[in-house]
C-alpha cells in the first residue's frame, strides 16, 4: 500500500515487533529488572564479606543461640565462647512487628471498606487524603510523637494492667513488671501507626477493583450492606489484603529509628514482658554502629544486618506463597 504524499513512513516490523522504540523500551525494562537483583545480590555479598571474620570466629548459629550481648567481653584472639547474642533482638523484631500486625491489619482492612463501600463520594477523597498522609510522615516525627506523646498517655493504663494482670495465671509474665513507658508494647504501637496507610491504600485499591455486578446483585437479592461485603467483597480481595499484610509487616520488621526511641533498648537479654523495655535487630545496629570499637563488633553488627536481609526475604518469600495460594482458593 503507497502512502499518501506528506503522511509519516510506516515503521518496519520484524517478526511481528516494531523497531525503534518498542526495542529500546523492551531492553531498558529489562536492564531495570535485572538491576533490581543485582542490587540485592551485592548487598547479601557486601554483607557476608563484612561478618566473616566474626562469622569464622564464633560461628554462624552462635548468634542465634544466645541472647547475651556483651561486647566488652570479647576477646581479639582464641576461641571463646560467642558474647554478641542475638536471640534477644530477632525476639524483640518479632514481637514488636506481631504486636504491629495485630492492631494495624484490622483497622485498616475496616478503613478501606468504609471509604470504599460506605463513606459518601465527597468525604472519600479527603479521608483518602489523610490517610495517605500518614506515610509522608518521617521516621522520628513519629519517635517523638511516640516519646512525648504516646508514652504519657498510655503510662496509667500500662501501670494497671502491669498491677492486675502481671500476677495471672498463664498471662503474667506477659504483663509482669513494672511500667516505665519505653517497651515492646510502646514500640508495637507505633508501628501499627506507621504501616496503617500502607495496607489501608493497598486494600483500598483492592476494594475498588471488585465488580460492581456482583455487589449489586447480592444487594438485589436483599443482602445487607454488611452481608454485601461479607459475600461478595471480601471473598474476591482475600489475596489483595494477604499481600497488603505483607508488606506491612516488611515495613514492620525493618523499621530503625522510630522504634529505637521508643523501645527502650535493653540489649542484655530477652525480656518476656511486653511493658518492659527490649531491642530490635535494627535498633541496635543504629545504637551501636558508631560506637563499634570491640574486637568483632562492627563484624557482629553485620551479622544482625546478614540476619535481618534473610528475615526480610523469608517473610516475602512466605507472603507470597499466602497470595498465591489464596488466588487459587478464589479460583
Not at 560461628?59 to 536471640?87: C, F, K, M, Q, V
Request: proline residues 6%; aromatic residues 8%.
Amino acid at each position: 500500500m503507497t502512502p499518501l504524499p506528506g503522511s509519516p513512513t510506516p515503521r518496519r516490523r520484524v517478526r511481528g515487533r516494531w523497531h525503534g522504540t518498542d526495542t529500546v523500551f523492551q531492553y531498558a525494562v529489562r536492564a531495570a529488572a535485572a538491576l533490581v537483583i543485582v542490587v540485592l545480590v551485592a548487598t547479601a555479598v557486601f554483607l557476608v564479606q563484612q561478618a566473616w571474620p566474626a562469622l569464622r570466629q564464633y560461628g554462624i548459629l552462635s548468634y542465634l543461640l544466645s541472647d547475651r550481648w556483651a561486647p566488652s567481653e570479647a576477646t581479639a584472639t582464641g576461641r571463646h565462647p560467642n558474647p554478641y547474642g542475638i536471640a534477644q533482638f530477632a525476639y524483640g523484631t518479632a514481637v514488636t512487628s506481631l504486636i504491629a500486625m495485630v492492631l494495624a491489619v484490622p483497622v485498616a482492612v475496616a478503613v478501606s471498606l468504609y471509604l470504599t463501600e460506605i463513606a459518601p463520594r465527597w468525604l472519600r477523597r479527603w479521608l483518602s487524603g489523610l490517610v495517605d498522609l500518614l506515610a509522608a510522615i518521617p521516621s522520628v516525627v513519629y519517635g517523638f510523637w511516640g516519646i512525648f506523646a504516646l508514652i504519657p498517655a498510655v503510662r496509667p493504663a500500662g501501670v494497671w494492667v502491669s498491677r492486675t494482670l502481671g500476677t495471672a495465671p498463664v498471662i503474667g509474665p506477659l504483663f509482669a513488671g513494672p511500667f516505665f513507658g519505653v517497651s515492646y508494647l510502646v514500640a508495637g504501637l507505633v508501628l501499627a501507626i506507621m504501616i496503617l496507610p500502607i495496607i489501608t491504600a493497598i486494600c483500598r485499591e483492592v476494594f475498588a477493583t471488585v465488580p460492581t455486578e456482583d455487589k449489586e446483585s447480592a444487594l438485589a437479592l436483599g443482602a445487607t450492606r454488611w452481608e454485601m461485603v461479607r459475600m461478595a467483597v471480601l471473598p474476591r480481595s482475600r489475596s489483595g489484603i494477604a499481600g497488603a499484610a505483607v508488606l506491612g509487616l516488611g515495613r514492620a520488621v525493618g523499621e530503625t529509628i522510630a522504634v529505637t526511641m521508643v523501645i527502650g533498648n535493653n540489649a542484655l537479654s530477652i525480656t518476656t514482658s511486653l511493658l518492659g523495655p527490649g531491642a530490635t535487630m535494627a535498633s541496635v545496629i543504629a545504637n551501636e554502629f558508631t560506637e563499634s570499637t570491640e574486637p568483632f563488633h562492627l563484624q557482629s553488627l553485620m551479622v544482625v544486618g546478614a540476619w535481618l536481609l534473610v528475615i526480610a526475604l523469608a517473610v516475602n518469600t512466605v507472603g507470597k506463597l499466602i497470595v498465591r495460594r489464596t488466588r487459587e482458593d478464589i479460583a
